[in-house]
């Protein structure tokens, strides 16, 4: 379907340097499992990978949703990273994340499934001129992740992405006795406290919806093979375990995920390693081909790699690497 177009393929994916409005028009109506995505956000500031003004963001954003919303299938979902910003000149928080959710949900027909909130502890502190200069608001740490679905019974196993018990958890369930002194007892929550409530091992326990990460990477394929080729990454990356989770969580092995602002293709990454086909965008041909690090066998082959996709073409990799499906854990 794309191997005409610049980018690379791999025996699960592909990744395109194109517009994704015009990219994902070329895919069939609901035939899309996931499309999990950060967009750039609508800061003040321009930065070089792009972004829209405020007062432009939430129609330009929602152009892709009614796009992705024709696209996903009825069971499918619409994930978005999307970061806060401040208003121009003023320490007030804008709305404008909160005017897109209104927009894709009142307008496009999607529903809320659940919202999401991904904290970044290693967050550097945030607008500068309000944290660090005037010390007059704390630093952003928290970026809102909307979790849109087709239809309010999308699919989702939250069994998938279960967090390992606490060691004190693991010492209640193989010892209730030590922690329910008497059956039958009445909290004042309502819930009713019993011996086989809590003696049940369900393999771990279910995730918030408050996803701690730490955006830090440094030691990673990408960032060492653009080091090592001096080639810029790109600046605004995602932590790979933050599409990993809402992958597992909202599909199956073998189903479509697709990421419209792909960056340096984390999300196309994760799907490879977690048995998902899927498809990334970016307008950027110098960020698609750099995000090739990601796949590639050693050094010499991102090189050729790279420099193939910057001269317009279209590379096939015939294998991910051994060191990467290892990597899977």
């Known amino acids: 379907m794309f191997d005409d177009y610049i980018g690379y393929s791999t025996s699960r994916g592909t990744c395109i340097c194109g517009d994704s409005l015009a990219m994902l028009e070329k895919l069939e109506n609901e035939s899309i499992d996931l499309v999990v995505t950060s967009p750039p956000f609508a800061l003040q ?5 792009g972004n829209e003004s405020q007062d432009q963001y939430v129609d330009w954003l929602c152009q892709f949703g009614s796009i992705v919303f024709r696209k996903l299938k009825k069971t499918g979902s619409f994930v978005i990273d999307i970061g806060g910003a401040y208003e121009q000149g003023q320490p007030s928080y804008s709305l404008y994340q909160f005017r897109v959710l209104l927009k894709l949900c009142d307008e496009i027909g999607f529903f809320l ?7 970044n502890p290693s967050a550097l502190p945030a607008p500068i001129e309000w944290v660090n200069k005037r010390k007059i608001r704390a630093k952003t740490s928290v970026n809102t992740v909307w979790w849109l679905s087709k239809s309010p019974y999308c699919k989702a196993d939250v069994r998938n992405v279960l967090a390992p018990y606490s060691s004190r958890m693991e010492r209640l369930i193989s010892n209730p006795e030590e922690f329910v002194k008497n059956e039958g007892t ?13 003696s049940k091992n369900n393999g771990g326990a279910i995730p918030p919806n408050m ?7 440094s030691n990673s394929q990408y960032l060492r093979y653009c080091k090592e ?22 599909t199956d092995e ?5 990421d419209i602002f792909a960056g340096s293709n984390t999300t196309g990454y994760a799907s490879e390693k977690l048995n998902r086909n899927w498809f990334s965008f970016d307008l ?6 750099a995000s090739v690090f990601r796949f590639a066998n050693s050094q010499a082959d991102a ?14 990799i015939p294998s991910i690497p051994f060191q990467i499906a290892i990597a899977l854990g």
Do not use: M
């Not at 810029?232 to 909202?250: C, M």
């Open 284 to 289: 950027s041909k110098e960020y698609v081909a």
């Open 186 to 198: 009445v909290r004042p929550s309502g819930h009713v406290l019993g011996k086989s409530s809590w």
């Open 303 to 316: 090189g050729t790699y790279y420099s193939q996709i910057l001269n317009g073409g279209h590379i096939v």
């Open 113 to 119: 499934a659940q919202p999401f909130y991904w904290h």
């Open 229 to 250: 080729l001096c080639v810029k990454s790109h600046p605004a990356r995602f932590p790979s375990a933050l599409p990993e989770f809402f992958i597992k969580f909202l």
């Open 254 to 258: 073998g189903d479509l995920v697709v």
């Open 45 to 49: 500031r321009k930065k070089e990978y």
């Open 211 to 217: 996803l701690q990460i730490p955006n830090s990477e």
